[in-house]
C-alpha cells in the first residue's frame, strides 16, 4: 500500500509540474506575443472599452472590420485587403463567370475612385460614365480614403438593385447618376481584320478562359489549326497582327503564359520570375511557338496593367514593338482568398514579378513603349469634350492616333 501511495504521490506531483509548466509557457508566450502583436491586443482592447461605455450601441464587429480594412491599406501596399464575410459574398468571382454590376473598372486616385474603363452595353456605358470620371460617393457614402476594393464591392450586386453614384468630371460640380445592376459578362478578346492582310486582336482582360478566346482570334484571322503543330494558313489569313492592349487592367497570369507561348523564340524561355520574402517561382515557355516570327506590334496606355504588362513586356523583350504610353506599373503577385476562420478573407500580395532572363522590373515602373505616342487635346477642348472623342474615336484607324502608328509600324515590319 505504501508503495502504490508513493507511486501517485509521484505521478501527481509530476502531473501539477506539468500543469505549471504549461501555465507557465502560456504565460511567457502570451506576454511574446502581447509584444509581438501589442497593437493588435491594445485594439481588442479599444473595441472591448468602446462596447462597455461608448455613448451609443455600437456594432463592434463592423467596427472591427473597417478597422482591419483601413489598417492593411495604411502598412501593406494598396493591392492588400481585408473583406468581411459580407464582403466575400459580392466579391466579383474568377474572371469569364457572370456577375452582378454596371460595368465599370476602376482604381483609386487622389483619395478618389477613379474609372479606368467602362464595358461595352453596360448600365455604366448606357448612363454616359466614362473613363478618367471620378466616383466620389457610392449610395452617398463618400469614397475619400475608400479602397478601391470596397468601392467595387458596394457597386457589385444582384441584378436589379439599384445604387446611386456620385460622379465628379474635371472641374464640374459632381451629378448623381442612379444605375440598375445587370448581369455583366463579356468575351475577353475580341478580333477583326483592319485590312485584306492585318489582323486586330484585341485583350479586354485576361479572365479564365481568355486563352482559348485568343487561340479562336487567332483562327478567325486564319493562322491556327492546331494547338501543338505549326499552323496552316487560309487564303485570306493575316499576315501581322496589331495585339491592343489598352485599358486592360490584368487577370489570369496563367492566361498571360499561355498565349505567350503561341509567340515563343524557344522552347524553356525565362518569361517571368516571381520573388517575396516566403516564396519564389519562375516561369519558362514550353516549347519554340509556332507564331514565333508572325509580324506583331502591341498596344499599350496608362491603363495596361498587371497580366497587360506582363504580355506587353516579355513580348518586347522577345523584339516585338511597343506602340502608345507607358503602362500602368502593377508588378505585384496576389493570393485570393486567404479564408480565416470567422469566414472573412484577405486578399494579400505575396510577390513582386520581374521579366525576363534580365529580371526587369516593372512595380512602379511601367512598360515604356518604343513608339510613344498620345491621344492630343486642344486647347479650346473640354476635358469632357476630349473624352467623348477619345471614346468614340477607339479603334478607328483613321481617328485612333496610336492603331495608325500600330498599324504602320507593322506594315514596316511586314514589308522587311
Not at 325 to 346: D, H, N, R, W
Request: charged share 25%; proline share 3%.
Amino acid at each position: 500500500k505504501y508503495e502504490v501511495g508513493a507511486v501517485s504521490r509521484r505521478l501527481y506531483v509530476i502531473a501539477l509540474g506539468f500543469v505549471v509548466l504549461l501555465l507557465v509557457l502560456a504565460v511567457v508566450l502570451g506576454v511574446f506575443d502581447r509584444v509581438r502583436y501589442g497593437d493588435l491586443y491594445e485594439t481588442a482592447e479599444i473595441l472591448d472599452i468602446i462596447d462597455n461605455k461608448y455613448v451609443d450601441k455600437v456594432d463592434v464587429k463592423k467596427c472591427q472590420e473597417k478597422i482591419l480594412q483601413s489598417g492593411l491599406q495604411a502598412c501593406l501596399d494598396k493591392h492588400s485587403y481585408y473583406y468581411s464575410a459580407d464582403d466575400i459574398k459580392s466579391a466579383k468571382p474568377v474572371g469569364g463567370t457572370p456577375f452582378g454590376g454596371i460595368g465599370l473598372a476602376v482604381d483609386k486616385k487622389d483619395d478618389y475612385i477613379r474609372v479606368i474603363s467602362v464595358f461595352e452595353d453596360s448600365p455604366a456605358q448606357r448612363a454616359g460614365i466614362i473613363p478618367n470620371d471620378l466616383i466620389i460617393a457610392v449610395d452617398g457614402v463618400s469614397t475619400k480614403n475608400m479602397s478601391s476594393e470596397d468601392a467595387a464591392n458596394k457597386i457589385r450586386g444582384n441584378p436589379g438593385e439599384k445604387v446611386v453614384l456620385t460622379v465628379r468630371r474635371g472641374q464640374r460640380k459632381p451629378r448623381d447618376i442612379v444605375l440598375v445592376k445587370e448581369i455583366i459578362q463579356q468575351l475577353s478578346v475580341k478580333t477583326s481584320f483592319i485590312s485584306s492582310d492585318i489582323g486586330y486582336v484585341r485583350v479586354i482582360s485576361f479572365g479564365q478562359f481568355s486563352s482559348t478566346e485568343f487561340y479562336l482570334a487567332l483562327s478567325e484571322l486564319g493562322l491556327a489549326s492546331d494547338f501543338f503543330e505549326l499552323p496552316t494558313v487560309r487564303k485570306d489569313y493575316a499576315r501581322g497582327i496589331v495585339l491592343d492592349l489598352r485599358k486592360n487592367p490584368g487577370g489570369f497570369l496563367n492566361e498571360v503564359l499561355g498565349m505567350l507561348d503561341f509567340f515563343s523564340p524557344e522552347k524553356d524561355k525565362l518569361m517571368l520570375s516571381e520573388k517575396g520574402l516566403h516564396t519564389s517561382a519562375k516561369f519558362s515557355t514550353v516549347k519554340k511557338g509556332p507564331f514565333h516570327d508572325l509580324p506583331l506590334v502591341v498596344l499599350i496606355d496608362a491603363n495596361s496593367a498587371s497580366a497587360a504588362e506582363v504580355m506587353a513586356g516579355v513580348l518586347k523583350i522577345w523584339g516585338r514593338k511597343i506602340v502608345g504610353e507607358k503602362s500602368y506599373g502593377k508588378g505585384t503577385v496576389q493570393v485570393f482568398p486567404i479564408f480565416l476562420s470567422s469566414g472573412s478573407a484577405l486578399r494579400l500580395t505575396i510577390a513582386r514579378y520581374f521579366l525576363g532572363e534580365k529580371e526587369i522590373a516593372v512595380d512602379g515602373i511601367g512598360i515604356s513603349p518604343d513608339y510613344e505616342v498620345k491621344w492630343k487635346k486642344s486647347e479650346v477642348q473640354s476635358e469632357e469634350d476630349f473624352m467623348a472623342e477619345y471614346i468614340s474615336n477607339f479603334g478607328n484607324l483613321e481617328k485612333d492616333p496610336q492603331l495608325k502608328k500600330a498599324v504602320e509600324v507593322l506594315k514596316d515590319k511586314i514589308a522587311n
